[in-house]
C-alpha cells in the first residue's frame, strides 16, 4: 500500500479528535430570559420619543454572564416600537437574575395610531416583543440571539 494511503485516514482522525476538542471548548449556553418590568417616558418631541425601559434577565446557565451590552428592536402591540441598546455592562450570576434600564428610541407618530385601538379594547395590559442580541465577555461565545415575548401592564 503506498504510504500516501495510509497518511489520508490518519489526517482524519486527527482532524475529526481536533474539532471535538475545540467543540468541548465553546460552552454550551442557554439563551437569557428577558422581561419588561417597567416604562418611564425621558423624551417626549412631535418627531421622537425617548423612553427608559427597566428590564428583569434571568441566567438559567451554571455560569455567570458577564454582558457587555444589549442590542434589540421591540415591537408594542404588532407594531414596530423602537429600537436601542444597553448603556454599560453588568454580569447576571448564575442561575439568578439581574435588572437593568434601556433607553428605547421611537417615532410613535406612525404606529400609535394603531397601537391605541388595542389599548382601548384592553387597558390593564398590551403585548411587546423584543427581537435582539446579548453580546457577552465570554471568550468563543461573543453574542447570544433573542426573542422574548410578553405583556406590559398599563397599571
Known amino acids: 500500500m503506498n504510504p500516501r494511503h495510509r497518511l489520508v485516514p490518519a489526517l482524519f482522525a486527527v482532524a475529526a479528535l481536533g474539532a471535538a476538542g475545540c467543540a468541548g471548548l465553546v460552552p454550551k449556553l442557554e439563551t437569557p430570559q428577558l422581561s419588561v418590568i417597567g416604562v418611564e417616558v425621558l423624551d417626549a ?30 415591537q408594542v402591540a404588532g407594531q414596530d416600537f423602537g429600537r436601542g441598546m444597553t448603556a454599560k455592562a453588568f454580569t447576571v450570576p448564575a442561575l439568578g437574575e439581574a435588572e437593568f434600564d434601556m433607553i428605547v428610541t421611537t417615532n410613535l407618530a406612525g404606529s400609535l395610531l394603531r397601537i391605541l385601538p388595542q389599548l382601548e379594547r384592553n387597558p390593564e395590559s ?18 447570544i440571539p433573542f426573542v422574548e415575548k410578553g405583556r406590559l401592564s398599563m397599571k
Do not use: W
Not at 421622537?48 to 442590542?71: C, K, T, Y
Open 45 to 74: 418631541q412631535l418627531l421622537e420619543q425617548r423612553f427608559s425601559v427597566r428590564m428583569r434577565v434571568r441566567n438559567p446557565n451554571d455560569r455567570d454572564l458577564p454582558i457587555r451590552g444589549l442590542s434589540y428592536t421591540m
Open 126 to 143: 398590551i403585548e411587546y416583543r423584543l427581537e435582539g442580541r446579548v453580546n457577552t465577555d465570554l471568550g468563543l461565545v461573543r453574542s
